[in-house]
Each structure stands twice: as C-alpha cells, then as structure tokens.
C-alpha cells in the first residue's frame, strides 16, 4: 500500500517544479543579515522549496494553459529520473557550502565558526517542511476541483473554476487569519500580559519619595508592569554617576507609566506628566521623552549612557503601548505606538512651551525600533517650528518609519542606503559601529537628529520590494558587518530577510538589532554636547560599560 501511494506521488510531481523548488531550496543556504541555526535553516529552505515548487508548477499550468507545443510524453519518466539525480547533487552541493557562507557572517560578528551546518537535519528539515506545504496546497486543490464540479452544475466551467477558486481562497483565508493567525495573535497578547505582571524577586517598591511607583507617586507601582518596574528601578545613581565626575552630581529621574496606569494613551500621557512636574524633572539641564519597544522595554543602553554623559542632571519620561515584542506590534498594531507616543510628546511640549526658555531643559526625542518609528511619529514639524525641540537619538529604525525612508532615499549621490549622508548634514546625521558623526566643514542647525543604525539589522533594512529586486543597501559598499558572500534572489531574499527580522536580536551586542552602549555614547555626545568631556574620559567610560557587559 504505501509502495503504491509513493509510486503515484512519484509519478504525480512536477519536474519542472522540482526544478525551479531546487534552485530555490539551493539559494535559501546562502548568507544573508543574521546567521541561521540549523532548525531555522531547515524552515527556510523547505518554505523556499514549495514556494519554488509552486511557481515551476504554476509555469507548467501557463504552458499548457496557452496551448504552447506539448512536451515528449514517452521520455518524460527518463527526464524525470535524470533532473531528480542532478537535483539532488546540486542541492547537496549548496548544503556542503552552506557552513562557509554561514561563517562569513560570523566571522564579521566575531562569532565562533559553525564548522559544519549539519546538513542532514537542514535537509531533512526542509523536506518534512515541503510535504506539510505540499499538502496543503493539495488540499487547496481539492477544494477548489470539489467546488468548480458543484457549480458546473449551474455556471460555464471556465466561470465555475473562477468561483471555486474563490471559495477556496476564501476558505482557507479563513482559516489561516481567523483560526491560526487571529488565535496565535491572541496567545502571543495573553502570554506577554502575563510576563508583563510578573515582578522581578529582586525588585522592590521605591522608598525615595520622588521615584515613580513610590508611596507618594501618582503612578500605582503595580501598573507599571514588568518592564515599567525594571526601569524605574535600574539605572545608575549618584555613587554611579559620581565615580566619573569631579564635581557634585544628581540621580537621575526616571518617569514611567504602564497600560495598566489609566484607561487611554491621552490619560497615561497627562498622568505621566503630571508625575513629571511633581518630582522636578522640568528643573533638569536635559529631558528625554522616550518612547520604548512594543513590550515597554528601554534599551539600558541607550537611557543609562546620556544619564552618565550629564552627571544625573537628566529626567527620563516614558509610556507603554503594548505587551507584543515589536515585531509582532508591528504587524498588528503599528499605529497603536505612535498614537502613544504623540500624546506623551504633546502633554511635555505644552507644558515645556510656557517655561521661561531660560530656565527650562533642553528637550530631545530618543527611542529604538519600534519606539523610533513611534518617537518619529510624534513630532508635527509644523507645529513645534516656532519653538523646536534640540534633536533626537532614534536607534534602529523599521524599515516603515517614513522620515528615515525619505531622509535615506534622498541621500547624497555616492552614499550608501545603509550609512547615507543627508543634504548638508545640518539637520540629521546617520552613524553605526565605527562613529562617522563628525562630518568636516559642516555645522549643525537648532535640532540634531542622529539615526544609529547597523548595516546587518534586518529590522531597519528589510523590504516588500526586494521579492522583485535588490535592495539599494546591497549596492555598492557592503556595511562592515554584512557578508561580501550575500547576493539577491528573486523572492528567496525576501524570505530570507522575513526570518532575519523574526531573529534580529540573536546576534551578539553591537550587531544586528542589539546595540551596544559606547555606539550610543557616540550618538548622545553628537546630540546633546554635553561639556567636560575629554576624549580620554569617553573612552573610560565607555570601557566602563563594556566591563559591565562582561559581568553580567
């Protein structure tokens, strides 16, 4: 029995599919942002493979479709043997490569070479992968034969194909957004509410007064949620901050509030702010309004770096917007964030407007992935250019945020996507690892907009447009951080760039979508100038910051 149904699968496959899948399969093991275990590897090249499949039958149907000069029947069983063999030598051959591309990434992130890619799990991966797509697709099929001979009943069958074929999209439609993709969605929600609720051991309610959650705050500590509590209560302080300076310093003050601190973003928002005023952070030389990642996260790295650089003199403020990890808040929530952080940005800068311009701190912007899209959000040029705020440090940026895309694709000619040069530099300047902020003969104008961003971050440099053509970052130039061994494939890349925004921050520190302390350093001095700082001091402090990466 199971001889005779692999025999007919064997006879029912396309060869031209197997064809176009092999080639496909062969050019997922190829290098792209981030490096691929092997689990992920076999994913990938199995979705490759039925999506490559998928077109070579496709083709095959246009073939026959349009009544082209058939094709020999009585040798089609001998082809088929000979493209299976040089099928699979091929793709074999790419597996055996597949560990050298997979160190050309790693080498550049300082990773320790894979050795080997474990070709038999990737391989066998991908094939129980094709099946499981593979069947779906014949379910599709059955579906849509099953309702085009109903309706033939009573339609043309040309017109009765049209409408079983759009039965059976629809069916499966729904299926996929309202059974898998709706319920999944739901899971994920409920699984990050829950973390978000879940108190640290180590971390307990503030006794000072004038922290966020404390007796006297007007934030309930509890609605702060995980995130909002590590926050708050991290960071240096005083004894900190003092070891770099010589002069008396201050604790930083940090604002927070949390889903669960009011009912709508307008209200988080005036509640954040009046929590604000009550513990002075309008009297500070620098205010941050911060807007974190989808789970209410800020990145220590790029909070606790600017509250060294001003000696504590800085205060913090910041309102969550959603439980999801900011991929998933992108895809379903993406407007959610910016609504957030457009009411945080309005309450401040009201009340920033009617302090004596004297007398009150200088405001900046500041925010990372899917905070940057939010923080980029926030700001209405048009109605903050009597009265700008100084500038913005936004780290990562997805590949939606439309002030980075515009800045990005009227760069200066020469310049590469993935570290452009805008206009005259006055306005917003673009760095990475290496600091590439000083640009010569060029002044800054009243905002300072600074883009960190790293060539491998696939949160930043995926696009829609690279399943038909090659992305502008891979012209030219390769960043530092990115394989000389990566090269476009129609509709492979794509997908290969889709698996590298799900795992962007498995790289280590400095690469991907994990940036490093002492890169942020650079951007904050850029931004807000802070004084008595030596090149000396700087690299003491950044060295500082990497001795505690390494503690931990």
Same mark, same amino acid.
């Given at each position: 029995?199971?001889?005779?149904?692999?025999?007919?699968?064997?006879?029912?496959?396309?060869?031209?599919?197997?064809?176009?899948?092999?080639? %496909?399969?062969?050019?997922?093991?190829?290098?792209?942002?981030?490096? /691929?275990?092997?689990?992920?590897?076999?994913?990938?090249?199995?979705?490759?493979?039925?999506?490559?499949?998928?077109?070579?039958?496709?083709?095959?149907?246009?073939?026959?479709? *349009?009544?082209?000069?058939?094709? @020999?029947?009585?040798?089609?069983?001998?082809?088929?043997?000979?493209?299976?063999?040089?099928?699979?030598?091929?793709?074999?051959?790419?597996?055996?490569?597949?560990?050298?591309?997979?160190? !050309?990434?790693?080498?550049?992130?300082?990773?320790?070479?894979?050795?080997?890619?474990?070709?038999?799990?990737?391989?066998? *991966?991908?094939?129980?992968?094709?099946?499981?797509?593979?069947?779906?697709?014949?379910?599709?099929?059955? #579906?849509?034969?099953?309702?085009?001979?109903?309706?033939?009943?009573?339609?043309?069958?040309?017109?009765?194909?049209?409408?079983?074929?759009?039965?059976?999209?629809?069916?499966?439609?729904?299926?996929?957004?309202?059974?898998?993709?709706?319920?999944?969605?739901?899971? $994920?929600?409920?699984?990050?509410?829950?973390?978000?609720?879940?108190? +640290?051991?180590?971390?307990?309610?503030?006794?000072?007064?004038?922290?966020?959650?404390?007796?006297?705050?007007?934030?309930?500590?509890?609605?702060?949620?995980?995130?909002?509590?590590?926050?708050?209560?991290?960071?240096?302080?005083?004894?900190?901050?003092?070891?770099?300076?010589?002069?008396?310093?201050?604790?930083?003050?940090?604002?927070?509030?949390?889903?669960?601190?009011?009912?709508?973003?307008?209200?988080?928002?005036?509640?954040?702010?009046? +929590?604000?005023?009550?513990?002075?952070?309008?009297?500070?030389?620098?205010?941050?309004?911060?807007?974190? =990642?989808?789970?209410?996260?800020?990145?220590? $790295?790029?909070?606790?770096?600017?509250?060294?650089?001003?000696?504590?003199?800085? @205060?913090?403020?910041?309102?969550?917007?959603?439980?999801?990890?900011?991929?998933? !808040?992108?895809?379903?929530?993406?407007?959610?964030?910016?609504?957030? $952080? /457009?009411?945080?940005?309005?309450?401040?800068?009201?009340?920033?407007?009617?302090?004596?311009?004297?007398?009150?701190?200088? &405001?900046?912007?500041?925010?990372?992935? &899917?905070?940057?899209?939010?923080?980029?959000?926030?700001?209405?040029?048009? +109605?903050?250019?009597?009265?700008?705020?100084?500038?913005?440090?936004? $780290?990562?940026?997805? %590949?939606?945020?439309?002030?980075?895309?515009? #800045? =990005?694709?009227?760069?200066?000619?020469?310049?590469?996507?993935?570290?452009? /040069?805008?206009?005259?530099?006055?306005?917003?300047?673009?760095?990475?690892?290496?600091?590439? &902020?000083?640009?010569?003969? =060029?002044?800054?104008?009243?905002? /300072?907009?600074?883009?960190?961003?790293?060539?491998?971050?696939?949160?930043?440099?995926? +696009?829609?447009?690279?399943?038909?053509?090659?992305?502008?970052?891979?012209?030219?130039?390769?960043?530092?951080?990115?394989?000389?061994?990566?090269?476009?494939?129609?509709?492979?890349?794509?997908?290969?760039?889709?698996?590298?925004?799900?795992?962007?921050?498995?790289?280590?520190?400095?690469?991907?979508?994990?940036?490093?302390?002492?890169?942020?350093?650079?951007?904050?001095?850029?931004?807000?100038?802070?004084?008595?700082?030596?090149?000396?001091?700087?690299?003491?402090?950044?060295?500082?910051?990497?001795? *505690?990466?390494?503690?931990?």
């Amino acid at each position: 029995m199971l001889k005779k149904i692999l025999y007919q699968y064997w006879r029912s496959y396309s060869t031209t599919g197997l064809l176009v899948g092999t080639f %496909f399969f062969a050019f997922s093991l190829t290098p792209s942002l981030v490096p /691929r275990i092997a689990l992920l590897q076999g994913v990938l090249s199995g979705i490759s493979f039925a999506v490559g499949y998928g077109l070579g039958n496709l083709g095959v149907w246009l073939w026959d479709y *349009l009544e082209l000069p058939k094709r @020999a029947t009585h040798l089609e069983q001998l082809v088929k043997w000979i493209m299976t063999l040089i099928c699979c030598g091929f793709a074999a051959y790419f597996l055996w490569q597949s560990a050298a591309w997979q160190d !050309s990434i790693r080498v550049l992130m300082q990773l320790e070479p894979v050795g080997t890619a474990q070709p038999l799990i990737v391989g066998l *991966l991908a094939f129980f992968v094709f099946v499981l797509v593979h069947l779906l697709s014949r379910l599709f099929k059955f #579906v849509l034969m099953k309702s085009s001979r109903f309706i033939n009943r009573f339609m043309p069958r040309r017109v009765a194909n049209v409408v079983g074929f759009c039965i059976a999209a629809t069916l499966f439609f729904l299926l996929i957004d309202g059974l898998l993709f709706k319920q999944a969605l739901r899971l $994920a929600d409920s699984i990050y509410e829950d973390l978000d609720k879940l108190s +640290e051991a180590n971390i307990a309610q503030p006794a000072d007064p004038l922290k966020t959650g404390s007796v006297m705050s007007l934030i309930n500590w509890d609605s702060l949620g995980r995130m909002g509590r590590n926050f708050i209560s991290s960071g240096p302080d005083k004894s900190d901050i003092q070891k770099f300076f010589d002069e008396p310093v201050l604790s930083p003050i940090r604002v927070y509030a949390g889903l669960r601190s009011a009912d709508t973003p307008a209200k988080r928002a005036k509640l954040a702010l009046n +929590e604000l005023i009550r513990v002075g952070g309008f009297e500070r030389s620098v205010l941050i309004v911060a807007t974190p =990642t989808g789970t209410g996260w800020l990145d220590p $790295a790029g909070v606790d770096t600017v509250e060294y650089l001003h000696g504590g003199d800085t @205060a913090i403020i910041g309102v969550q917007y959603s439980y999801l990890a900011s991929w998933l !808040s992108l895809l379903v929530e993406p407007g959610y964030g910016a609504e957030t $952080a /457009r009411a945080l940005f309005r309450q401040v800068y009201l009340h920033w407007t009617t302090l004596s311009r004297d007398n009150r701190p200088k &405001l900046y912007l500041h925010g990372l992935s &899917l905070g940057s899209l939010s923080s980029e959000s926030s700001v209405d040029l048009f +109605e903050i250019i009597a009265d700008p705020h100084h500038g913005a440090l936004w $780290a990562g940026p997805p %590949f939606p945020s439309s002030h980075w895309r515009s #800045v =990005t694709d009227d760069r200066k000619s020469g310049t590469p996507a993935w570290l452009p /040069r805008f206009s005259d530099g006055s306005y917003v300047r673009f760095t990475s690892q290496q600091n590439h &902020l000083a640009l010569p003969d =060029t002044n800054w104008g009243p905002i /300072r907009i600074v883009y960190l961003q790293y060539a491998s971050d696939a949160i930043t440099f995926f +696009e829609l447009e690279s399943i038909f053509r090659a992305p502008a970052w891979m012209e030219g130039q390769r960043g530092p951080d990115v394989s000389t061994q990566l090269r476009w494939y129609p509709l492979v890349t794509f997908l290969q760039l889709l698996v590298d925004v799900m795992v962007s921050t498995a790289p280590p520190l400095g690469y991907g979508h994990n940036y490093a302390p002492e890169h942020y350093l650079d951007g904050w001095l850029e931004v807000t100038q802070p004084r008595g700082w030596s090149d000396a001091k700087i690299i003491r402090l950044k060295s500082g910051f990497a001795s *505690l990466r390494e503690m931990k």
